[in-house]
């Protein structure tokens, strides 16, 4: 698959989550970052919905996060685990070996959308782009459930573990190996 495939299924998935979501982080673009790579996602939180204290929104699977490397507005802070920060009502897929990049509101006046919530950011090894869950919890801004919070799920680009372009080659190599001296061990026996 390609790029432009993920990308399209991305802005698709999103497209679809904003008419009953809160916060929607989408991949912005991928820099250099000397030999390594910086995510950089734009993030919004949707029409009748608002960013309190202790909000959130988490990026599963971040493969090859550099520690120290994530960046964000002001008022929010940055943490990483191999598991979760997960909103109670949804159910992402979460590998426990790759971290998790979450990011959680600190600010003391709430942010009410429609709004364009920053370029929030991270490093990691690769620039090999997958597709996996984000998360978020935010909170009703209208109606009889105004303050209540609103948990969403999902699709985002993510980097992926880069496969060694030697694996498929070490891989039919050794199958090659294993049935030559299969072969010898054959007509060992036949002899």
Do not use: C, H
């Amino acid at each position: 698959m390609t790029k432009k495939y993920f990308l399209s299924l991305i802005f698709l998935s999103s497209t679809l989550l904003t008419a009953r979501a809160d916060i929607i982080p989408t991949l912005d673009s991928i820099t250099g970052a000397g030999s390594n790579f910086q995510w950089n996602y734009s993030v919004n939180v949707t029409l009748d919905q608002q960013v309190r204290t202790g909000d959130f929104f988490t990026i599963f699977d971040f493969a090859g996060f550099v520690p120290g490397s994530a960046m964000q507005p002001e008022g929010w802070l940055f943490s990483s685990s191999l598991i979760g920060l997960t909103p109670p009502t949804v159910l992402p897929q979460d590998d426990p070996g790759i971290f998790n990049l979450t990011w959680t509101y600190v600010g003391t006046t709430p942010i009410v959308g429609p709004q364009f919530l920053g370029i929030f950011s991270a490093i990691s090894d690769t620039n090999q782009l997958g597709i996996d869950n984000f998360a978020a919890r935010a909170t009703r801004s209208t109606g009889s459930l105004a303050g209540t919070p609103i948990d969403n799920i999902g699709l985002i680009a993510v980097p992926v573990p880069e496969m060694s372009a030697l694996a498929p080659i070490i891989g039919v190599s050794g199958l090659a190996a294993l049935g030559f001296f299969s072969s010898l061990l054959r007509r060992r026996r036949l002899s």
